[in-house]
């Protein structure tokens, strides 16, 4: 008989029901070490492996220390497995792990949806390159979140996995995190040129936090994702890098030429950028014929009440702009000016400025 859900958070009862039963399984092990961590992984495999039925999986070993212990293999033998969310964060799988864990992945012939959490790992350039290499043989895969916050990967790294990722055809939802790699203006260049190839992605969210990237990666960051013709949802989040004014300018030129885009968020807090910055993205904003949904955040001492009026000079051509929010995080002697300027666009519906 078959089952459409189950939660299970103790492995030998997962391993003792009834496994070709299950359609959706939702799995949270929080100790597999006993009697070992190596038995433990083994006996989680051989069970997944007798799932043949299953579709949907949620696979939460967050902090078990498995290593390189891999449990891909198990996956791959769930043949109809559609939509996957694993989270192995804090488990030190490293870069053969990961290599592993995306070989097994990419024999997952039918797998659409997922979601992967490798966040604090070590995972290095081998690692996350040979991951990009499996990813990329996912064939159906059309929605992607992929964490690799706080490891090792560089611009290397970077560049390799985002090669994977452009073969992958069908995808149309990609989020990715990158918190703390160092992928610096060469990685971020060699992310973009992967991404450039996925040419049905509508969605991307991609988390740059704290990745060394300058004036260079940020324009080339824009060169890339301009070639991205169907993109129409895009979230760049640039918090604590030195992209500075000469960046901004350049992505900004590069966003006016996505002629698709109708929803921007944009995190440029702490980005290295001044008043002269701000203008230039305003006006570049400001040619993005369909963008009808805008959130900003940026640092209003930064930027000085020459940005603020600069921006929102920029923000009044938007033709189509329906719902704006604005995060200064600071409170301008302009503020008040700007909400008169938008007020004035009848076009808006929503509006807000957070100070």
């Known amino acids: 008989m078959i089952q459409q859900k189950k939660y299970f958070y103790n492995l030998e009862q997962f391993l003792s029901s009834q496994l070709q039963s299950f359609q959706e399984l939702n799995i949270y092990l929080k100790n597999l070490s006993n009697p070992n961590i190596q038995q433990g992984v083994q006996s989680l495999v051989s069970g997944l492996e007798k799932c043949t039925n299953l579709s949907n999986l949620l696979l939460d070993l967050y902090g078990n220390q498995i290593g ?3 449990l891909g293999c198990g ?10 969310t694993l989270n192995l964060k804090y488990n030190q799988i490293g870069d053969q792990g990961a290599s592993g864990l995306g070989y097994s992945l990419g024999n997952c012939n039918n797998l659409s949806n997922l979601t992967l959490d490798l966040s604090n790992n070590q995972i290095c350039v081998d690692g996350a390159s040979g991951l990009g290499f499996g990813l990329g043989q996912c064939i159906s895969l059309s929605n992607l979140t992929l964490d690799l916050s706080y490891n090792q990967i560089g611009a290397i790294g970077a560049s390799g996995l985002a090669s994977g990722l452009g073969q992958c055809i069908n995808l149309s939802y990609l989020t990715l995190h990158f918190y703390g790699n160092q992928i610096g203006d060469i990685g971020v260049i060699g992310l973009a040129s992967g991404l450039e190839k996925c040419f049905n992605l509508s969605n991307l969210t991609l988390h740059l936090y704290n990745n060394q990237i300058g004036a260079i990666g940020a324009s080339g960051l824009g060169s890339g994702l301009q070639r991205c013709t169907n993109l129409q949802n ?13 960046g901004v300018q350049g992505l900004g030129y590069c966003l006016e030429k996505c002629s698709n885009l109708s929803k921007l968020t944009l995190n440029l807090q702490k980005s290295h950028t001044n008043g002269e910055g701000l203008c230039e993205l305003g006006s570049s904003l400001g040619k993005c014929t369909n963008l009808s949904n805008l959130t900003l955040y940026f640092n209003c001492y930064q930027i000085g009440n020459k940005g603020i009026l600069g921006l929102g000079q920029g923000l009044v051509q938007c033709a189509n702009l329906l719902n704006l929010r604005l995060y200064l995080n600071y409170i301008s002697s302009k503020s008040k000016q700007l909400k008169v300027m938008l007020i004035k666009s009848k076009r808006l519906v929503i509006y807000k400025i957070i100070a």
């Not at 996956?75 to 996957?84: D, F, R």
């Not at 760049?236 to 004014?245: A, D, K, M």
């Open 68 to 70: 390189t212990l891999n």
């Open 75 to 84: 996956l791959a033998k769930c043949t109809n497995l559609s939509n996957l």
């Open 234 to 246: 895009l979230a760049l989040n640039l918090e604590e890098n030195q992209i500075g004014n000469q």
